[in-house]
């Protein structure tokens, strides 16, 4: 049976229902902030209040789906029924019993067709269980990954150069010794006059003189033949022992693979396989009020969330239009969803059950007025929820919109935002992906000045503080005493190394731009003139500047910038090989030209 559908039943005499729907709006009310209409529902004038049930209707059909096919797999002995069906059109698939289920299922399985099944030699190795290796090809060995086919791979010890460094001069070819100045004795200074001192010129007043001779064990190259390869930059190859060639991984040296289609077994069963396929489809619509429909759109996308109950249940092996209660109003939606399920089957499916059902929920609508302007609100579910619509405070809502807007075109974008978010707290359903929208336009706009002020104090940190750090570094550089060899002028990092740090302080500086223009727009947010945040933003720069000078002066006093230093010089030189390579390449077109023209 069917509980009798309802479209409406009018209870506006019901002052119980009415005082506690009453109560339910000033909760709602009170519960917004930003709005002159505290304790709303003590204000509205209710004309009327009306039980309006919605009824959703939903059809769940489950579908079967029998398929067959020609498949086979490697023959493992197995007993073989006698063959009854040789050809695939022999197999009915409707006529054979398999799984059957009572629920609603989305499921599939694989079945022989008991009778089908015959046993041939395998089609790919010809019975041998065996192939050809795909690898190798039957050659059994292929060629060695390492050394490609040579025998040799290039020396790790000197890289393939034959030469490795002097450890005697290590890589100077000079080997430099520290004597007595011969000037000033050692003293550093001498003596003009009996009452005069001054320092000795000729080693400055260090009272040491350094001179240099020829290395003798790399006769000045500073490089000596590599003991590995004997200087020939190569060595025999460990993976193939010099062979070139190396047993093939994939047959390990027989020239032939187990034949994947019969794995082996060198015979093959064939069979006609039924896949049986289960699968459910649901249908639902909900019958709504015509107010609440059109008022209400937060009702009408968000029913299935609600409470509900089930007023009708059927479920039979194929509903008919005389299964279903008679007097609903529904029978459109009936016949569009029984038609529905009849389409979506074909030759090879049918529908095994299907069940309809009709559920309730409660809903009431309460018409109102306020100043002389006519409103509803819609209640649902048993603890009577309250769906505002269109109402005063989101008309008022609406206004600090269109005042947010209005300043945002005269670009106020602080007091548009604090318009938006007061709209945003009022939380009104059908205003809120505008409103999200224009906020999220909002706070870019807010943010330009505090990254474009970063930008231009990052451009003018980094020239300063570039300026500072070259100055630093060249005539200061404090650093460890163990790593103090980079301040001597005859250390090959020490010019580069005042070039490597400023280059990193000016790349460093600049990247951080859009970091100090974040900090800034986190830390001063809604800072209300676009001037001050642009020099917020300049300001927060200038500091990031400055603190990133000081950690990297951190870092090179602890040695830690001496990698980038090195680093540094073979980039250099790598630029040099490559312009050098372009220069004799545009020499040799020059001379090309000139001798055939």
């Given amino acids: 049976m069917c509980e009798k559908i309802i479209n409406e039943i009018d209870n506006s005499n019901d002052q119980t229902l009415i005082s506690k729907l009453k109560s339910k ?12 209409y505290k304790n709303f529902g003590d204000k509205i004038e209710i004309k009327s209040l009306l039980y309006t049930p919605t009824h959703p209707i939903a059809l769940t059909t489950q579908y079967e789906k029998r398929t067959k096919n020609e498949e086979f797999i490697p023959y493992d002995d197995r007993e073989i029924p006698e063959r009854k069906y040789w050809k695939l059109d022999d197999v009915k698939v409707w006529d054979w019993t398999l799984e059957s289920i009572s629920d609603f299922l ?36 292929i060629t060695c990954p390492k050394c490609i086919k040579t025998g040799k791979v290039t020396c790790s010890t000197c890289s393939g150069t034959g030469k490795n460094q002097c450890s005697k001069c290590n890589g100077r070819g000079h080997i430099e010794y520290e004597n007595s100045c011969s000037t000033c004795g050692g003293s550093g200074v001498i003596q003009r006059t009996p009452s005069e001192r001054a320092s000795c010129s000729n080693c400055g007043g260090s009272g040491r003189k350094r001179s240099s001779q020829q290395c003798s064990s790399c006769h000045g190259t500073g490089k000596k033949s590599c003991y590995t390869c004997s200087g020939s930059g190569k060595v025999t190859c460990p993976k193939c022992g010099g062979n070139g060639v190396v047993t093939c991984p994939k047959c390990h040296g027989s020239g032939r693979n187990t034949c ?14 039924i896949k049986q396929s289960f699968s459910t489809n ?20 968000n029913w299935d969330e609600y409470e509900s109950t089930v007023i009708f249940e059927k479920q039979l092996d194929k509903i ?41 929920i409660k809903t009431w609508t309460m018409n109102y007025s306020f100043k002389g302007k006519d409103y509803a609100f819609v209640f649902h579910s048993s603890n009577q929820t309250l769906i505002p619509g269109n109402n005063p405070i989101s008309e008022y809502s609406a206004q600090m919109i269109n005042k947010g807007t209005s300043s945002a075109k005269s670009r106020s974008y602080v007091k548009a935002y604090k318009l938006m978010s007061k709209s945003q707290d009022l939380d009104v359903y ?62 090959w990092l020490y010019n580069l190394h005042p070039w490597v740090m400023t280059f990193t302080i000016f790349w460093v500086v600049l990247k951080s731009r859009n970091i100090s223009g974040k900090i800034a727009d986190k830390l001063f947010g809604l800072t ?61 077109i020059v001379w090309i030209f000139g001798k055939v023209f």
């Fill in 260 to 273: 994947p289609t019969c794995n082996g077994a060198k015979r093959l069963m064939h069979y006609i396989n």
């Fill in 25 to 36: 709006i000033n909760d709602w009310s009170n519960s917004l902030p930003h709005h002159p």
């Fill in 528 to 588: 209300p003139f676009a001037t001050l945040r642009l020099t917020v933003g300049f300001g927060t720069a200038v500091i990031s500047s400055a603190i990133i000078f000081g950690l990297i002066a951190l870092l090179n006093f602890i040695s830690m910038t001496i990698i980038l230093t090195i680093v540094g010089f073979v980039v250099w030189w790598i630029i040099k090989i490559f312009l050098f390579i372009i220069a004799a390449g545009i020499s040799l």
């Fill in 430 to 491: 059908e205003q809120k992906t505008k409103v999200e929208h224009n906020l999220s336009i909002l706070r870019d706009k807010i943010g330009e000045p505090y990254y474009l002020g970063a930008k231009l104090g990052g451009i003018l940190a980094a020239l300063v503080f570039s300026f500072i750090a070259y100055i630093y570094f060249k005539e200061v550089n404090l650093i460890l005493p163990f790593a103090k060899f980079i301040n001597n002028p005859s250390n």
């Fill in 282 to 301: 649901k249908d639902v619509k909900a019958m709504l009020h015509d107010t609440v429909f059109d008022l209400f759109p937060e009702f009408k996308e």
């Fill in 106 to 141: 989305d499921k599939e399985y694989d079945f022989y067709a008991s009778g089908s099944q015959y046993v041939e030699d395998c089609h790919r190795c010809n019975a041998s269980g065996y192939i050809t290796c795909i690898q190798c090809h039957g050659d059994r060995h």
């Fill in 320 to 360: 008919q239009l005389e299964n279903l209660p008679e007097d609903t109003g529904f029978n459109s939606v009936f016949e569009e969803f029984l038609e529905k399920a009849d389409s979506l089957c074909d030759g090879s499916e049918k529908i095994l059950f299907q069940n309809l059902k009709i559920l309730k």
